[in-house]
């Protein structure tokens, strides 16, 4: 059998509509660990142990974890994400900022410059981690397909409305276009409690 | 001097322009006692002593603190606010809510009903406030007379841009029109730390 014109049209219209709607991951407060940073508080030459891979290829989460120190407070058993990185970088919320006492700047991954610096503690070992803290800046992973498919640039600026208990829309959400990407809004977890974050929850491009 | 009719212009549109901004408040955790609650806690009849007006005619800081415990955590030294009401009422952030190991619902102030139940302890007394504990969902508090000026009425739902280093829009913002308020928008932590809530900052009702 084959559909008529009108079926073939609503079927288009409604995969136009799906494709608006981007998944959402709520990002808990994690760890990249540079190999100097492994070397010191697990041993030299030491490999991080990856117990499940992440959303985005190549990421993984590791089996070790961290105690970050701030001069208010210690946030104990934070995940430690692979592989290592050039820099040690930590992400936290603004509440996490706030109960460690330290005022992490809002950044994409990656602009470490002038950043916070927290105490990091493992297995009776504590090392500084210099300019390593951020408030990570929300921002969409894509693909270059997905980049062509949405009529999106890398680095360009959009709003995402969320639809929830608590609908929203956040503004200034930054495109990061590479080619190992899988489709995804990343948000902080005091982003995801104020728009009413469930699993599964999907951002509209607007 | 008499201004000139440009000079009229220019000052009525800025009073306009203006008058679209309304001051946002970040609330944080508090509780609101019943006087039984205050009775099995302090003693009988015993009076919350004042320490600072808040915002809200009438409402009030008191000096006695309170720790709120759920199956998963307890949360220390959390605000009493007066006057004493009907019934006990917690108002937490949904990080508290994951934190406690509780799921409070998204609520306005006063609907209690199916709530969450913590316990609440001081002066080694602990009691348990059943059907208490709410996630505050945001409002906008206003006089009938802000009403007539914005053009709104009790329980509207409106849209509010904060303009930040994180700029967003709530959505679904309700208007709660009594005649003794103060204009303010109430937001809670998670909302404050999610749109890079400074003290001062405003919400522009779009």
Request: hydrophobic residues 40%.
């Amino acid at each position: 059998m084959v559909d008529t014109l009108e079926l073939i049209v609503e079927k288009v219209l409604r995969k136009i509509e799906e494709a608006k709607y981007i998944p959402i991951e709520a990002s808990a407060r994690h760890v990249h660990l540079s190999q100097e940073h492994v070397d010191s508080l697990f041993g030299k030459g030491y490999e991080l142990e990856k117990i499940r891979e992440l959303s985005q290829p190549g990421e993984y989460l590791c089996k070790e974890r961290l105690d970050i120190i701030g001069p208010k407070s210690v946030l104990r058993n934070v995940a430690i994400l692979g592989p290592v990185r050039g820099s040690t970088q930590v992400e936290i919320s603004r509440t996490d900022s706030i109960a460690l006492g330290v005022n992490a700047p809002l950044r994409l991954s990656g602009d470490l410059e002038d950043s916070e610096t927290l105490f990091i503690s493992c297995c009776r070992k504590v090392i500084e981690a210099g300019s390593s803290t951020i408030v990570a800046k929300r921002h969409i992973h894509m693909t270059p397909e997905d980049g062509i498919r949405y009529g999106l640039s890398d680095k360009q600026i959009v709003r995402v409305r969320v639809h929830s208990v608590r609908p929203l829309v956040f503004e200034d959400v930054i495109i990061r276009i590479t080619e190992k990407s899988r489709l995804a809004i990343h948000i902080d977890h005091d982003e995801a409690n104020a728009c009413g974050f469930v699993e599964g929850a999907m951002g509209e491009i607007i």
